[in-house]
């Protein structure tokens, strides 16, 4: 029955990119489709996972909320809320590596990079949403740290795709927050869903097979 919905999953994401009139219903089905999907796959449920994919479910729905002013701080604070759970449930089979206080303050430095890089891409555009912005750049580098740290060796080969899955995820949200606060990029919703899609996907799927 899993593969079922991962094919469900895979098509409500076609069509959620190529037909326009019906992105904002198949955007609030993608994550209830993947959440059934690791509920039938996964041999013990984890209840953060659940929850995680509630809250990024409750984001995606708000943001779909066109043209009402808290539609958006309410999806990034769901969405917000989704990584913190995110890294619980990553940090529950981390293993620290060797040297910790040499190795993971390297590990912080390119996070570090990136908040400051799209801060300061972003900083004209943002407005009174500038701490906000901030604090989801923080969660969202703490969340791929802690899926870092769970692909670290030796930890088994899949646990690499929950690190691949939060590197998607921050490509997707770099994309979008440009998209919102600069302007549409050319194929921004494509590459927004499809990295969006992959982020959650390779989460759930390494938290399944990875336990």
Not at 67 to 79: C, E
Not at 126 to 137: A, D, M, N, W
Not at 142 to 157: F, G, I, K, N
Request: aromatic content about 10%.
């Amino acid at each position: 029955m899993a593969i079922v919905w991962l094919f469900l999953f895979l098509a409500d994401l076609s069509v959620n990119l190529f037909a326009a009139s019906h992105r904002t219903l198949t955007k609030c089905l993608l994550i209830p489709l993947l959440a059934a999907y690791y509920v039938a796959a996964a041999g013990e449920m984890a209840p953060l996972v659940l929850l995680a994919l509630a809250a990024s479910w409750l984001g995606d729905c708000l943001l779909e909320i066109k043209g009402k002013p808290f539609s958006f701080i309410t999806g990034l604070l769901a969405f917000l809320t989704a990584h913190i759970l995110y890294t619980a449930a990553f940090l529950r089979d981390t293993r620290l590596p060797d040297h910790p206080g040499l190795v993971i303050p390297l590990l912080i430095l390119p996070y570090g990079v990136y908040i400051f890089l799209l801060y300061r891409a972003l900083r004209a555009h943002l407005g009174e949403k500038k701490p906000l912005i901030l604090l989801y750049g923080l969660a969202i580098s703490l969340m791929s740290l802690a899926a870092l740290l769970r692909a670290w060796p030796p930890a088994a080969l899949i646990n690499g795709l929950t690190f691949l899955g939060s590197a998607c995820f921050i490509c997707s949200d770099s994309i979008l927050a440009v998209n919102i606060f600069r302007g549409r990029t050319r194929l921004g919703h494509i590459w927004i869903m499809v990295t969006y899609a992959a982020a959650q996907l390779l989460i759930v799927v390494s938290l399944v097979t990875g336990t």
